[in-house]
């Protein structure tokens, strides 16, 4: 894919993602597309710097995190702005699109599913099962000493 059709894929994921968080929570839509456009800025920023000869060698997500950790230091000039902009953003209406394009790019590799067949449903089942025991302990164990119960 070339730079130019990511950066606008992350536009047009960014505005679905913005609207998105302003019908689902008390977000104006102005507010949450600056916090999308600053979110966008980081990954495009991360995305160009892990393109560069010397950086390729490290995966996309690293840099674009790098970027969002140095952007969000408090020692960095302007860091209070990212985050007061970004906070507009839920985390909930990130995952939306996010799970939706995790779930086409799965489709399309029907190929492979089949040769799996059905032993991707018991590890499934013992994934999603594993996931949530260990949530509710950690979950039992902090409302615990925190004294909520």
């Not at 997500?61 to 000039?77: D, E, H, K, M, Y």
Request: glycine letters at 6%.
């Amino acid at each position: 894919m070339k730079i130019s059709e990511t950066i606008f894929v992350l536009i047009l994921v960014a505005v679905i993602m913005a609207a998105g968080n302003s019908v689902g929570y008390p977000v104006d839509i102005i507010s949450s597309l600056k916090g999308m456009a600053v979110l966008v800025v980081i990954s495009v920023v991360g995305f160009l710097i892990a393109k560069l000869p010397v950086c390729n060698k490290l995966p996309v997500i690293f840099w674009v995190s790098i970027i969002a950790i140095i952007s969000s230091l408090p020692v960095t000039p302007g860091s209070a702005w990212v985050l007061d902009t970004a906070r507009h953003v839920q985390f909930l209406a990130i995952c939306t699109p996010i799970l939706a394009y995790a779930g086409l790019a799965i489709g399309k590799d029907l190929a492979m599913f089949k040769q799996i067949s059905w032993r991707i449903i018991p590890v499934a089942l013992a994934v999603c099962a594993g996931t949530f025991l260990c949530a509710a302990f950690i979950a039992q164990v902090t409302l615990h000493l925190e004294g909520v119960i």
